[in-house]
């Protein structure tokens, strides 16, 4: 059975700290990984990786893939409190169709 | 800009009522998702669709049933709702058959059943 986990599952840090989020998956068949951030209601797209140890960069947040170790880690460095959200990680692992197996998410606070 | 609307953001209903949550994309896609999000377990799928018409199961579609009759409508069907249903309820679309297109997410609608 396909299976995403993520770690850790709540974090605290204060604004300015560099934190890592962890997502490790076991999925028949991998196409691509997806990290979502979601705040007060849906989650919003930030980066879609499929190729092993090509880091994909926007601003603050920088993501990576290792296919062969089956993980990837979210950066975010210089932490704000509007970086405060759940984060989610999704797999594309299916045989069919377009679908994704969602991790449980880690809950971010940023304090100020 | 891709936009996924929800029928509702807030439903209270009662246990054995039949509810109705309805999605639609305005962006001609031809995948459309139905997820539940519950504290702790992250988002699990229900049902999807690839094509008017066409649904599949995703990891808990028991209890549930959805409709797509059209290709920016897909609905998600409670056929007599009960307690252990309550939870947010959180529709996407992405565009082709392809493996690399991004989900976009409505804003949701928060269920209870009391």
């Known amino acids: 059975e396909d299976k995403v986990v993520q770690s850790p599952l709540s974090l605290v840090v204060h604004e300015g700290d560099t934190v890592t989020l962890n997502c490790s998956y076991e999925?028949?068949?991998?196409?691509?990984l997806l990290w979502y951030k979601q705040e007060k209601k849906a989650p919003t797209f930030l980066f879609m990786l499929t190729s092993s140890g090509i880091e994909k960069k926007s601003g603050r947040l920088s993501s990576i893939l290792d296919k062969k170790e089956l993980f990837s880690i979210l950066n975010i460095t210089a932490t704000q409190t509007g970086d405060s959200a759940i984060y989610l990680c999704a797999v594309e692992g299916r045989n069919y169709g377009q679908n994704f197996v969602f991790g449980p998410g880690t809950r971010l606070s940023v304090l100020p | 800009d891709v936009k996924v609307t929800q029928s509702s953001r807030y439903l209270v209903k009662r246990t054995g009522e039949k509810v109705f949550l309805e999605c639609v994309q305005d962006m001609d896609h031809e995948n459309m998702f139905w997820y539940r999000q519950d504290p702790g377990l992250g988002l699990r799928l229900i049902y999807f669709s690839y094509d008017v018409k066409m649904k599949e199961k995703g990891d808990i579609p028991e209890g549930y049933s959805v409709s797509r009759e059209k290709k920016e409508r897909f609905s998600l069907i409670l056929e007599s709702a009960s307690t252990n249903q309550t939870s947010m309820y959180l529709c996407?679309?992405?565009?082709?058959?392809?493996?690399?297109?991004?989900?976009?997410f409505g804003p949701g609608t928060r269920l209870t059943v009391l």
């Open positions: 999925v028949t068949n991998f196409r691509s």
């Open positions: 996407a679309s992405s565009y082709g058959r392809s493996s690399y297109n991004e989900q976009f």
